[in-house]
């Protein structure tokens, strides 16, 4: 079971570095980066061929997804072939290379070691524990029996006596859950699978490759405080869909972001399918996605705007409008606050808002959900304000970040659910999703001031130079 | 001095701002570590249980994983609460968990059961544990069963002695229950074919 797991997780991976090869090429992107990204971006890939074969009439199994890594690896392979020649040397923008190397020292081995160290325990507990929480079995875990080789199909989704697992969310998890062995329907009881761990491990390593041009303890203190964080940790044993939203949302915004601030033309095919797949992983992805886009679409310089909006537009047509036709032809099911959001429910629902609010101090600063995770945030946020945009990168990423956040206290006070309720069973899993681009926030504005100290050759020694000899 | 007039600070120095952020992910770490010792102890249980039913009856008990009520504050203080009321109170979730494992071999691939005690815990943990086998609540269901109160009231309530009724309308099964305990009741077994 651990093995055919592991397999599910090369799967994706696989499937993710060859959609990179063929969108933009991996040495284009950098291998670092490419790697980093390939779990999330497998999740879209394999989603966007998965569902056309299934409506086809090809179950999803790990067959099949080798099947579509064989159609993905030559097309990839026509494309590189067919890439201008010479194709530029591996070179990645500036702010996104590493420092010159210099000897690991024994505490930045010690860090290593202990977020492999969680991580690997995490990924244990997921392999020993069969599904059991209850949005996983209801929703996600159902539809991945459904949908694979000894599932009954979509039908079921048409059911009424279905309609409290939400037919009209998303499939891009439950598409990725039925090459597990613990949602084929024919497979003896087991773990719940490695998919969410890995995710984690994912976007631990995105959000270091991110932080590494400040520095290799500006990198192992992203990763490590992202593997360490309780909720996402939970998340990932629990195989639920939230983590890998905010794991696609990093690198989303990350890439986007390089393309944005640093004209990284490499960042931009890949950052447009990852803005895409957030649609077709959660609903709240729709929100994301949208804010991701409009904000990138404001931020370009005039003359890209029309570029990035074709990549925008051509991404959706592929990965979000196959879904999109699907999904009116499904039932609404159970409430949901997303889609049934119109503007007259969102005015009504305001006065709840304050409510919602004000749970967020007791939710947000659990220590046994997030440690003291938002405390960081808030000092990050607030040393950034003070910096009067010289972060230009982490400033940008701050109004990504915040860009999505009032399109989801409307979601949320829309829906007809007490504000205590839905206190209770969204607020923490909601913040979630901007866990990991908050962390690359954070801990980049705590580099500039030279937390991690000013490693030679990184930007945190440049920062310092610059706060000693003041500006160029 | 800077150009801009403003005090040179050594490249070497620790600023303030640096102190604070130290502290800060310093309690994040201490905090976020000491979350998760409880996991590891959990971890170690689950690595003794003896098979895969032993380890999903304690993931699914909310009071002995610490891993269940993850992200939901009042419900994990109502859970702490509980526990130091009664220590020997049963969670509602892991006998859920187990028995349709438990029983899971006896239900024909493809089959329905009725689930003579309608709850939408026991209806979805059924729905996933027995699958492709259904486990229902009324022989023809026209609106959506969304939530538990849709459930109950799209419920036939037939009892599961009622085998006349539950054979004329295809069910293989029906689970019901004495108490806390729950029990299936498969329609043709035990009797003469």
Redesign the interface.
């Known amino acids: 079971m651990t093995a055919a797991s592991l397999f599910a997780v090369v799967l994706i991976g696989l499937q993710g570095l060859a959609a990179i090869e063929l969108l933009v090429g991996m040495r284009r992107l950098g291998w670092t980066r490419a790697c980093a990204a390939a779990l999330p971006i497998g999740l879209v890939a394999h989603a966007t061929l998965a569902l056309p074969l299934y409506l086809a009439g090809l179950p999803v199994s790990q067959g099949s997804a080798v099947l579509q890594l064989v159609l993905l690896g030559v097309a990839a392979r026509i494309a590189a072939r067919r890439r201008p020649a010479p194709i530029p040397p591996a070179r990645e923008p500036r702010e996104q290379r590493a420092p010159r190397t210099h000897p690991w020292r024994a505490g930045e081995r010690l860090a290593a070691g202990l977020i492999v160290l969680v991580l690997v325990a995490l990924a244990v507990t997921a392999a020993l524990e069969p599904p059991v929480e209850w949005d996983l079995l209801a929703i996600w875990g159902l539809k991945a029996k459904a949908l694979g080789v000894s599932g009954t199909g979509l039908e079921l989704l048409r059911a009424p006596a279905f309609a409290y697992a939400h037919p009209d969310y998303p499939l891009a998890w439950p598409l990725a859950l039925a090459l597990e062995p613990a949602f084929n329907a024919r497979a003896p009881l087991g773990g719940g699978g490695l998919l969410g761990a890995a995710m984690l491990a994912a976007t631990a390593g995105f959000a270091a490759v991110m932080l590494r041009r400040w520095g290799r303890r500006a990198a192992l203190a992203g990763a490590g405080l992202l593997a360490l964080l309780p909720l996402a940790g939970a998340q990932a044993v629990r195989g639920q869909a939230d983590l890998p939203l905010a794991a696609l949302f990093l690198v989303a915004a990350g890439l986007l972001c390089a393309w944005t601030e640093e004209r990284d033309d490499a960042a931009l095919a890949v950052g447009v399918v990852a803005t895409a797949g957030l649609a077709i992983l959660k609903q709240e992805g729709m929100a994301l996605a949208a804010a991701l886009a409009a904000l990138s679409l404001i931020r370009a310089p005039a003359g890209t705007r029309l570029r990035l909006a074709g990549a925008l537009g051509a991404a959706f047509l592929a990965v979000v409008l196959p879904w999109l036709f699907l999904r009116s032809t499904l039932p609404a099911g159970a409430a949901n606050s997303f889609t049934d959001m119109t503007p007259s429910r969102a005015l009504s629902g305001l006065a709840r808002l304050p409510e919602i609010l004000a749970a967020l101090p007791l939710y947000l600063g659990a220590p046994a959900d997030w440690g003291a995770f938002w405390l960081l945030v808030g000092l990050a946020l607030a040393g950034l304000a003070a910096g009067r945009g010289r972060l230009r990168q982490e400033t940008w990423l701050a109004i990504v970040l915040l860009g999505p956040v009032p399109l989801y206290l409307l979601a949320l006070s829309a829906t007809a659910w007490e504000p205590e309720r839905i206190a209770e069973v969204t607020l923490s899993r909601l913040a979630l999703h901007f866990a990991p681009l908050a962390t690359v926030i954070a801990v980049g504005v705590a580099a500039r001031c030279g937390t991690f100290g000013r490693e030679p050759g990184s930007l945190a020694a440049a920062a310092g130079r610059e706060l000693h000899e003041g500006p160029e | 001095m800077?150009?801009?007039g403003e005090p040179?600070?050594?490249?070497?120095?620790?600023?303030p701002?640096?102190v604070?952020?130290?502290i800060?992910?310093g309690?994040?770490?201490?905090?976020?570590?000491?979350?998760?010792l409880p996991?590891?102890a959990?971890?170690m249980r689950?690595?003794v249980?003896p098979d895969?039913?032993a380890?999903?009856a304690l993931?699914?008990d909310e009071r002995l994983?610490?891993?269940?009520a993850?992200?939901?504050?009042?419900?994990?203080r109502e859970l702490a609460e509980r526990a130091l009321k009664d220590r020997t109170e049963s969670s509602g979730?892991a006998l859920a968990?187990t028995f349709f494992?438990e029983e899971g071999s006896r239900v024909p691939a493809g089959s329905r059961v009725l689930l003579a005690r309608p709850n939408?815990?026991l209806?979805?943990?059924g729905?996933?544990?027995w699958?492709?086998a259904?486990l229902?609540v009324a022989p023809d269901?026209?609106?959506?069963?969304?939530?538990g109160d849709?459930l109950r009231r799209a419920a036939v309530r037939r009892p599961c002695a009622d085998r006349e009724w539950l054979r004329a309308n295809g069910y293989a099964g029906c689970v019901d229950a004495v108490g806390a305990r729950l029990r299936l009741h498969v329609v043709d077994e035990g009797e003469a074919p």
Do not use: K, M
Not at chain 2, 27 to 36: D, E, H, N, R, V
Not at chain 2, 65 to 68: H, I, R
Not at chain 2, 70 to 76: E, S
């Open positions: 800077r150009r801009d040179a600070v050594s490249w070497r120095t620790v600023t701002a640096a604070a952020f130290r800060a992910i309690a994040c770490c201490a905090l976020s570590l000491a979350a998760l996991r590891l959990y971890l689950l690595a249980a895969a039913r380890r999903g993931a699914a994983s610490p891993l269940a993850a992200g939901q504050v009042r419900w994990r979730l968990w494992v939408d815990a209806y979805q943990f729905n996933f544990l699958f492709p259904r229902e269901v026209a609106v959506p069963l969304a939530d849709d």
